[in-house]
């Protein structure tokens, strides 16, 4: 009886693993692709996840972040190289605790139309209006009951330690491009807080994609802004009055 009963379990066992698995995975992508392209206002796809339940090891297959209108290269930021490392535990609680996620490797593009649009910039605007509108709400239920069971939605995140590393970034303008390597960018204790309860996942989504575009915005300035000057200054000739004087006062094309 014992032997069949511990026979019993290991089947139970390794049919949840089976069963469970493949329902993360689908809920993990359904999320990030949703609210993802929600935060960055723009088109978010993952095309795979997978998870291991007995290790608590995932990867990610492709991530992809569209551009916004009007630029010519599709992606902003692509990546094919994510391994998470999960707290088994912390899944039967209401904060999900990731110990590591390492991103190797991410493409990104820095495009850049005229002296005051580049798609970096609107993107950190379009995250910026999203989280006002976001804290906005915060006393507000934006999921019911049932929506945050089914979907994995109303979950919290802390995330120990997320290291983005070898990230290669191309600044396109006119026709030139310019490569440049972006340091390696370490963040700790995302999503933390006093009580450690988390934050929901498109504040998480935001603060890392915010802190990553940031970094390659001022190393395209620090690094690579002359190999742009062409594009810049005539965009400024374009420019008439006083509007044009007070942009060459800035001494940004001095050599």
């Known amino acids: 009886m014992k032997k069949r009963n511990l ?6 066992i390794a049919a949840g693993v089976y069963y469970f698995t493949p329902s993360v995975n689908s809920i993990v992508k359904k999320i990030v692709n949703k ?7 723009t088109e978010v796809n993952l095309e795979g996840f997978d998870f291991s ?11 992809t972040i569209a551009n916004p209108a009007n630029y010519k290269k599709p992606y902003l930021f692509e990546l094919k190289n994510v391994s998470v490392k999960v707290d088994l535990k912390s899944l039967t609680t209401d904060t999900i ?21 580049n798609n970096i ?12 509108r976001s804290k ?52 700790n204790n995302i999503g933390e807080d006093s009580q450690n309860k988390g934050t929901d996942i ?14 390659a915005s001022e190393s395209v300035v620090s690094n690579k802004l002359n190999n742009l000057k062409s594009v810049a200054e005539e965009n400024l000739n374009n420019m008439v009055g006083d509007v044009k004087d007070r942009v060459k006062n800035l001494g940004i094309f001095k050599k």
């Open 121 to 132: 910039k609107e993107i950190q605007n379009n995250i910026e209006t999203y989280s006002a």
């Open 97 to 117: 605790v990731i110990d590591n996620i390492e991103v190797n490797n991410p493409a990104i593009t820095y495009e850049m139309i005229s002296l005051t649009q």
């Open 136 to 187: 906005a709400k915060e006393t507000e239920e934006e999921l019911s009951a049932a929506e945050e069971k089914s979907d994995g939605s109303g979950k919290k995140v802390v995330i120990k330690k997320l290291s983005v590393n070898d990230a290669s970034l191309t600044a396109a303008a006119g026709g030139e491009e310019v490569s440049i390597t972006l340091p390696t960018i370490t963040m």
């Open 35 to 41: 609210y993802g392209s929600e935060v960055v206002g």
């Open 202 to 215: 498109p504040q998480i989504i935001a603060k890392i994609m915010n802190r990553i575009l940031t970094v």
């Open 53 to 63: 339940l007995t290790k608590g090891e995932a990867s990610v297959k492709e991530l």
């Open 7 to 12: 026979l019993l379990g290991i089947v139970v």
